[in-house]
C-alpha cells in the first residue's frame, strides 16, 4: 500500500477511485465503502484511494476544546487499511488554511486538478468543505461538472444500530470493549512500549506489564478490569489488564495500563506489545489490604480464563 503524505507533479494517480474521510476506526461501515471502491477499481484497473488527514481537523480547528480522542493511532489506522487491499492512503495534512476551502474548491482544485478522481464512493452521511457545507448532491453537481461519478453507500447497522465513529469512542469510554468490537469487526487494541513500573505486582504474586500508549490522543476504556490478549512478537499471550489508579497501591491518581500474562515470567522491558481488549470484567476498587486484592485477582483470572475458553 502506498502511503502519500505531501501532493506534488511528480506523484501521480491511475484514475483513482476515491472515498474521504477521517475513518477513525476502520469500522464495518467504512470497511464496507473500502471494499466498494477496492471491487470496482480492480473490476476496471483503476486506483483504489483513501483521501484522510492528519491531525485530524477538530484538532486543528479548536485546540483549546479539542477532546477527541481516536480508536485508532495513525499506525493502527494504516496497518488495517492495508489489510483490507487498499492502494493508496493520502495522509493530508489538515491545516487552518486548509480548512477555509468551499467544498466546491477542495474538490476542483485537489480532488479533480492534482489527483484526477474518476470515482468517489461516499457514506451515507458524508459531509466535507468548509464547515462541512458538503454534501452528497453537492458532489454529484460536482461530478457532472467535472466528470466523475459518485456514489452513496447505504448506513451498515449492528442489532439496528448504525455504525459511527462516536458510538464507538462512547462504548469504549463506557469500558464496553466487547460491543466496540462488534461495531469495529475487531477487538479494541492499545499499543505500545513495556515500561519500568513500581513492580508492586510482583512482590504479592502478580507481575504485571506496563505500557506506554505514547500517543496521548489514543482512546483508553475506562478504568477497570479486563480481560485482554497480548502479542508479543510472533507470540499470543492471555492475561487480565488494569486500567486505572491502582487505589489499594498507589495514592498518586495517575492512570496505569499494565497487564498481568497467565503463566509468564520474563523479563520484556522495552518490547513492543499489542494488547486486544476483549471484555470487562468489574470496575476498578480499593480493597482493604493486598490479601484482599490479591484474592480478587485470583478470582479475576479465573474469569478471563473462562471467557477466553469460549472463544476457542
Not at 484514475?15 to 467504512?30: A, N, Q
Not at 485508532?72 to 493530508?92: A, C, Q
Not at 495500563?257 to 486486544?276: A, P
Amino acid at each position: 500500500m502506498r502511503i502519500v503524505r505531501q501532493l506534488t507533479p511528480e506523484i501521480k494517480f491511475n484514475s483513482p477511485i476515491l472515498t474521504l474521510g477521517t475513518y477513525d476506526g476502520v469500522h464495518l461501515g467504512h470497511q464496507e465503502i473500502i471494499r466498494s471502491l477496492i471491487e470496482k477499481a480492480k473490476s476496471e484497473g483503476k486506483e483504489s484511494v483513501l483521501f484522510t488527514f492528519e491531525p485530524h481537523p477538530r484538532k486543528v480547528l479548536y485546540p483549546e476544546s479539542y477532546s477527541v480522542k481516536l480508536i485508532d493511532t495513525v499506525e493502527e489506522k494504516l496497518e488495517k487499511l492495508e489489510e483490507l487491499g487498499l492502494d493508496t492512503v493520502i495522509l493530508f495534512p489538515f491545516t487552518k488554511e486548509f480548512s477555509r476551502l468551499s467544498a466546491m474548491e477542495f474538490v476542483r482544485d485537489v480532488l479533480v486538478n492534482q489527483i484526477g478522481v474518476s470515482e468517489m464512493h461516499i457514506g451515507h452521511d458524508h459531509h466535507f468543505g468548509k464547515n462541512r457545507e458538503g454534501s452528497f448532491q453537492e458532489l454529484q453537481e460536482l461530478g457532472e461538472v467535472y466528470h466523475f461519478n459518485v456514489f452513496q453507500l447505504p448506513a451498515i447497522s449492528v442489532e439496528e444500530t448504525t455504525i459511527s465513529s462516536t458510538k464507538i469512542r462512547n462504548a469504549i469510554l463506557e469500558g464496553n470493549v466487547a460491543y466496540a468490537a462488534t461495531l469495529l469487526g475487531t477487538p479494541f487494541v492499545l499499543e505500545g512500549n513495556i515500561v519500568k513500573g513500581q513492580q508492586i505486582g510482583r512482590t504479592i504474586g502478580f507481575p504485571t506489564a506496563n505500557i506506554d500508549l505514547e500517543n496521548p490522543d489514543k482512546i483508553v476504556p475506562k478504568n477497570g478490569v479486563y480481560v485482554a490478549k497480548a502479542y508479543l512478537g510472533d507470540r499470543v499471550l492471555s492475561g487480565v489488564m488494569n486500567v486505572g489508579t491502582r487505589p489499594t497501591v498507589a495514592n498518586n491518581g495517575q492512570v496505569t495500563i499494565e497487564i498481568h500474562l497467565f503463566d509468564f515470567q520474563e523479563e520484556i522491558y522495552g518490547q513492543r506489545m499489542k494488547v486486544e481488549v476483549m471484555q470487562h470484567i468489574r470496575d476498578e476498587k480499593r480493597f482493604e489490604n493486598i490479601e484482599d486484592l490479591k484474592n480478587q485477582i485470583q478470582l479475576d483470572e479465573i474469569t478471563a480464563r473462562n471467557y477466553l475458553s469460549t472463544l476457542v
